[in-house]
């Protein structure tokens, strides 16, 4: 079955996503450190993590580097206007949840934090990475069985 669990401006963004990834990746050796050196145990193994930030070729970076350490991840974007579609797209590309897109509206942006949300009847988020408090807004608001 072919993955659906995202919604991004264009999956055939992808390659060019994956190819600004890897630059970027030359240029964040903290988190590249902690990939190497973390990964083998699965320091974030059982961490659900919901992540409401700016959908870039960093986040992306980011977003690799904690499945790398074990954890699940949903993701969306903290802005209708900063996300660069090549990088959501080549994280969907992975089967990674990304709901994120430049130039949401406001009710495009709210549906996309309620499917970061909302990801199997089996998992649930145990951790909020959140810029901008819309996330942590709409958990206190509907979700508080979440805190």
């Not at 990746?25 to 903290?30: A, D, N, R, V, Y």
């Not at 700016?54 to 206007?81: D, K, P, Y």
């Not at 990304?98 to 009710?107: H, L, M, N």
């Not at 990475?129 to 509907?142: A, C, R, S």
Request: proline letters at 3%.
């Amino acid at each position: 079955m072919k993955f659906q669990d995202y919604k991004v401006t264009d999956i055939n963004l992808a390659d060019w996503g994956q190819k600004e990834i890897n630059i970027a990746e030359t240029e964040m050796p903290g988190l590249m450190a902690l990939r190497k050196e973390y990964s083998s145990s699965q320091p974030l193994k059982g961490a659900n993590i919901v992540g409401c930030l700016h959908m870039t070729i960093q986040t992306a970076v980011l977003i690799e580097t904690l499945i790398a350490l074990g954890a699940s991840v949903r993701w969306s974007s903290c802005n209708i206007f900063s996300t660069q579609d090549h990088a959501a797209a080549a994280i969907a590309s992975k089967n990674i949840p990304v709901f994120a897109w430049k130039g949401e509206t406001e009710e495009e942006y709210n549906w996309c934090i309620e499917k970061t949300l909302s990801g199997s009847d089996t998992w649930a988020p145990n951790l909020m990475i959140d810029d901008g408090g819309d996330l942590t807004k709409i958990v206190h608001e509907k979700y508080p069985g979440l805190l």
